[in-house]
């Protein structure tokens, strides 16, 4: 059997997740041993690839809809046939959305929501889940008015390349975003972080150190020191910090610490200065005193 080699930031991602049917998954693929997935039933393994998808630890992740894409340009009367279908689908799902809206949807909107479900794929029961997803979202933020429709357009766009065209996968990628929100309030509670909304740059530094692995009394940790060296939060300098502790494989407050206290020559054989090796301001200051008593 070959050997099965896994990054730490891979294995922090899964671990992160809490998901082990998508860890399994991911071990398989690695592994090449696609037949430990047989107990496997089609909804389960589905579930479990979009989930991989959302980490970005799919490697076979082909996206259907590219960002110079466009969608067809619909009509008026593609929406008014769409609507007067017997028994339209299309028309409950509208409803809907302008239940959880609170207001009627302009012929442009209803458009938009037409290529939701005829161009992404996605059916109407999955597009009102989405629809509340922004919904509820939207008012965790704070940000105090409802969602555009080019804004649930564009997360419409992140479902149909993931493929989250069920009611059973839209629950699983909610389960995770859920997830990633409720870390991501924790950490501004640790670094002081209220009654205001984050930017886009400051949500993507608190989903990267969430990825890392970071205990909170790392990220308290490296908030003191960054405090303490800048006058505040600096947030491009914490992430520096962040990151030469990723790379060292420091995740708690002790581990950082322990480093710290490690003597400066040890894992040195003996303590002695290596040949080529500039001498150290202790050995200079030790070698002055005894040009003095002499």
């Not at 209803?110 to 999955?126: I, R």
């Not at 997360?155 to 493929?163: I, P, Q, V």
Request: charged letters at 30%; hydrophobic letters at 35%; aromatic letters at 6%.
């Amino acid at each position: 059997m070959s050997e099965v080699i896994l990054s730490s930031q891979s294995i922090r991602k899964l671990l992160a997740a809490g998901n082990g049917d998508s860890a399994l998954l991911y071990l398989c693929r690695a592994a090449e041993l696609s037949d430990v997935l047989t107990g496997f039933t089609e909804a389960r393994l589905e579930c479990a690839e979009n989930l991989l998808r959302q980490l970005g630890l799919d490697e076979r992740q082909n996206p259907r809809f590219q960002e110079a894409d466009r969608r067809p340009e619909y009509t008026e009367e593609d929406v008014r046939r769409q609507m007067e279908l017997p028994r339209s689908g299309f028309r409950q799902m509208v409803g809907e959305v302008q239940r959880y809206l609170g207001r009627m949807l302009s012929t442009e909107e209803l458009k938009l929501l037409l290529g939701m479900v005829e161009y992404l794929g996605l059916p109407g029961e999955v597009v009102n889940v989405l629809v509340h997803h922004c919904v509820e979202r939207s008012r965790a933020r704070g940000a105090g008015r409802m969602p555009s429709m080019r804004m649930i357009e564009k997360e419409a766009y992140r479902w149909g390349d993931a493929r989250i065209d069920t009611l059973e996968k839209a629950a699983a990628y909610i389960q995770n975003e859920n997830k990633k929100q409720s870390r991501q309030a924790e950490l501004c509670g640790l670094l002081g972080i209220g009654g205001r909304r984050l930017t886009p740059a400051e949500e993507r530094y608190l989903q990267a150190w969430s990825e890392m692995g970071f205990a909170n009394d790392a990220i308290e940790l490296a908030y003191e020191k960054t405090c303490e060296n800048t006058g505040g939060l600096a947030w491009k300098y914490m992430n520096s910090i962040l990151e030469r502790w990723n790379n060292q494989g420091l995740y708690t407050a002790d581990q950082v610490r322990a480093l710290d206290r490690k003597p400066a020559g040890a894992g040195r054989k003996g303590g002695y200065q290596r040949h080529g090796e500039s001498p150290s301001p202790a050995m200079l200051n030790a070698a002055k005193q005894m040009l003095e008593e002499e």
